[in-house]
């Protein structure tokens, strides 16, 4: 079965750097998303992603975050300048259309230190 | 507008009996309600969806049940079992086609032997 898979499934880094999670979605998906969830919390948008731009962000989702979708498989949350308040588990999305079925990775949990 | 409320916070049901977790909606414009299961660790699966044109749906022991006057929605687990204990999530979303699910607070099951 087609999965969403991410890499790092665990990274700590040290506050002030930066940070790239990396997420491969289902191949035939064109909507990709990234949440966050804070240990113990709920699960909250940060950005979705079609067609090469940004198709809506969250107030979460600040000058210090970036996506990209360098190639035909791989989608990236770039944080710049990590604070202690990012960390967070990080979780891709994908979905084939924007009001369908969103399929999530197993995350990526990010530790700021 | 865009909160989704979920209820209760945790609950504990025997082996056997029903498990039901209720969220609530404010924005008529949400069109798309899942659920969500999470194991610890884990990413968010998806269970079960529902639109609202239907009032319930059903699949295998899980069942929507959903009341558009009252902006409400419900899952019910069938004969809960030990391995349905996880978190659940409700989530909503619009038909602005970014795809962004907004979600409930979530509910921790323990189904006890």
């Known amino acids: 079965e087609p999965e969403v898979t991410q890499t790092p499934s665990h990274q700590v880094t040290q506050m002030g750097q930066e940070v790239i999670l990396r997420c491969v979605p289902i191949?035939?998906?064109?909507?990709f998303y990234w949440y966050r969830q804070i240990l113990g919390q709920k699960v909250e948008f940060l950005v979705s992603f079609y067609n090469n731009e940004i198709s809506e962000k969250s107030e979460i989702f600040d000058d210090q975050f970036s996506v990209e979708r360098p190639d035909g498989s791989n989608f990236t949350l770039k944080i710049r300048s990590t604070k202690l308040e990012d960390s967070a588990m990080y979780f891709c999305?994908?979905?084939?259309?924007?009001?369908?079925?969103?399929?999530f990775g197993q995350g990526t949990r990010l530790t700021v230190v | 507008q865009q909160q989704v409320k979920q209820s209760p916070q945790s609950l504990i049901v025997q082996k056997g009996g029903i498990s039901i977790i209720n969220c609530a909606y404010e924005?008529?414009?949400?069109?798309?309600f899942p659920w969500y299961q999470q194991f610890p660790g884990k990413g968010p699966a998806l269970l079960i969806a529902i639109r609202p044109d239907v009032s319930e749906k059903k699949e295998g022991r899980f069942t929507i049940s959903f009341n558009k006057s009252a902006k409400q929605f419900s899952l019910h687990i069938m004969d809960s079992q030990p391995g349905d204990s996880a978190t659940y999530f409700c989530?909503?979303?619009?038909?602005?086609?970014?795809?962004?699910?907004?979600f409930g607070q979530g509910t921790t099951l323990q189904v006890k032997p």
């Open positions: 999305a994908s979905s084939q259309t924007g009001n369908t079925e969103a399929f």
């Open positions: 989530a909503a979303t619009n038909p602005s086609n970014t795809g962004k699910l907004i």
């Open positions: 191949s035939n998906h064109l909507y």
């Open positions: 924005n008529t414009a949400f069109d798309y």
